[in-house]
């Protein structure tokens, strides 16, 4: 069964840089993009932005571009999303999410999720 | 970015009612709108994708339609454990993907 596993919460300092790991079980993953999505506290959802895991290619929402990096390493299925000079607006809890279609033919909707990881920025 | 616009922002309804929340994109999407559910402390789950295909494992009171900028999400009898946020999102027009605000489901 498709299983994505993230990294544990987070605590940053103003300005720091965080990284969420999330690793894949029960499919190929090098097959189907991943993406990142972010929920602020009591907020709605907020797109961060997705990896092709087999070439490395990325694409990333305007307002994280520059601040933003997302890698992968196929030898152990796992993908992660860096986000740096981080501020309390970054508080929030991040998932990574599997595309729904196969690599050659993406949908961008997102039908396997990760359980979620809770950054917190605080001084 | 297309904007997506849910309505209403909170519903309260009771068990067995039948309920619709609607969405609406800024421009035309096509059938590329999906829906998720997402209830307290857990990650979204795929409700509905290309508008109006049921994701497997989804029960069949949960259906979709609409096409262009006009979509709708109906549960045709409302169980217990549908208590929940509701999110549409596009994805005709990525990246990047949008979402809407989000319907918030209660108990009347």
């Known amino acids: ?123 | 970015d297309i904007q997506m616009t849910q309505s209403p922002s909170s519903l309260s309804a009771s068990v067995g009612d039948r309920v619709t929340i609607t969405c609406r994109a800024s421009q035309s999407i096509g059938r590329y709108l999906s829906w998720y559910q997402q209830k307290p402390g857990k990650a979204p789950k795929l409700l509905i994708y290309t508008a109006s295909s049921l994701q497997s494992g989804v029960p069949s009171r949960f259906s979709g339609g609409g096409f262009g900028t006009d979509f709708t999400l109906t549960i045709s009898s409302l169980q217990p454990e549908d208590f929940a946020t509701y999110y549409c999102q596009q994805s005709h027009t990525t990246p990047p993907i949008n979402f809407g605000q989000g319907t918030r489901l209660e108990i009347k």
């Open chain 1, 1 to 123: 069964q498709v299983q994505l596993v993230q990294s544990g919460a987070e605590v940053k300092k103003p300005g720091a840089s965080v990284t969420v790991s999330c690793k894949a079980s029960g499919y190929t993953f090098t097959d189907y993009y991943m993406h990142w999505v972010r929920q602020a506290p009591g907020q709605g959802l907020e797109w961060v932005g997705r990896i092709n895991p087999n070439s490395g290619g990325t694409n990333y929402a305007q307002q994280f571009q520059g601040r933003v990096s997302m890698t992968r390493e196929r030898s152990i299925s796992t993908a992660y999303m860096e986000l740096s000079r981080v501020t309390s607006d970054d508080t929030a809890v991040y998932y990574c999410a599997r595309d729904r279609g196969i690599i050659t033919m993406t949908t961008n909707d997102l039908d396997y999720w990760g359980q979620g990881t809770l950054v917190t920025v605080s001084s």
